[in-house]
């Protein structure tokens, strides 16, 4: 199977062409970044740089004509967004691997829209209310201390807590909020779960639930070490989720586990890759792979997930959490040293 990757400067590019190239497939890679770190990756074969973003769709179904590609996929929430914008021309050309309807993207990319749609489908969902930019505070707020998040973001950037209306207030006559929308959210204190699929039109085809190994995370970045685990009711959560919104591709949902009551939140949903896919890989669900075979139609036995600890980061959290070498991102920087090494070269200049 002949595959193009059209968005290798995102950061999941490499980690989906591992995947790829464990399943015995390594895809052409196309970037809006002509020195993406994915293009030093062994396991690519052609790089392809697109010069012009007006001209993209013109590109992309040029290169897949010339190099036969079968099917043409995408990483990033601004790939898989070109991907469903443009389908239908795409198709003229090849294959393309599922993707959402843009209503559904747009439902879940804000954190706004996110809220409205999981209590309309009565999920459980913390405590939210909007900040609009130049706005007055509302005068409902969640109890504090709460969350307070950008309304488009993600990797858990600009996130920060407060403890008071105080610390809300001080923000907001700063002028710190000013430029977007924000989103404040109760705090819950509990273990992150976190469930992955591939659907096709509101089923879910195939899955990995992970848990955080602390309680609560560390930070409000990915967390570093995870342990894959089965967990009936979060799956029933992602399911209803994706049957509300009749999903199509990949999406990561994002759960919290309450320490106090044990219910269990649905936070937000991620229509792209995510920061552990190497760790479902591990646990036995190649999910670039099957999202292939289902863009190609052909059927796939639903993979069974297997208990398994993955490890992000440093050496030093891998070697504090990981159980075996194998089991950590480190393994895949190792054995394929070029992207890391470029990733490294860029931040230093």
Known sequence: MSVLLIDGESPFAAPVTY???????????????????????RFRRKFRW?????????DVRAFAHQEQVEIIMACSDRGIRFLSENREALERSTAVAGTPP????????????????????????????????????PNRLPPFPALLKPARGSGGALIERLEDLGALERLVDSGALEGRDWVLQSYIYGRDIDCSVICRR????????????????????PVGAVDFIHDDEALGHAERLVAELQWTGIAHIDMLRAAGDGCLYVIEMNGRYWASMLGSFRAGV????????????????????????FVRGTFQTAWREARRPVETALFWRLSDPGPFVASRFRVRR
Not at 19 to 41: E, N, T, W
Not at 50 to 58: G, M, N, R, T
Not at 102 to 128: C, G, I, M, W, Y
Not at 213 to 218: D, E, G, I, S, T
């Open 102 to 137: 843009v209503e559904s993207l747009d439902a879940t990319v804000d954190k706004t829209n996110f809220a409205r749609f999981v209590s309309q489908a009565n999920l459980p969902h913390p405590d939210t209310v909007v900040l609009r930019a130049g706005e007055a505070i």
């Open 19 to 41: 995947c790829l190239a464990a399943a015995h497939r390594h895809p052409h890679i196309g970037s809006s970044d002509r020195f993406a770190d994915v293009r030093f990756s």
């Open 286 to 309: 190649n999910f670039p792979e099957l999202a292939c075979r289902d863009g190609l139609g052909r059927s796939f036995p639903a993979p069974s997930q297997r208990p398994v600890r």
């Open 202 to 221: 509101g089923r879910v085809l195939a899955y990995t639930i992970q848990s955080s190994v602390h309680l609560p995370a560390p930070s409000f970045a």
């Open 50 to 58: 697109w010069k012009d973003s007006l001209q993209l769709v013109d």
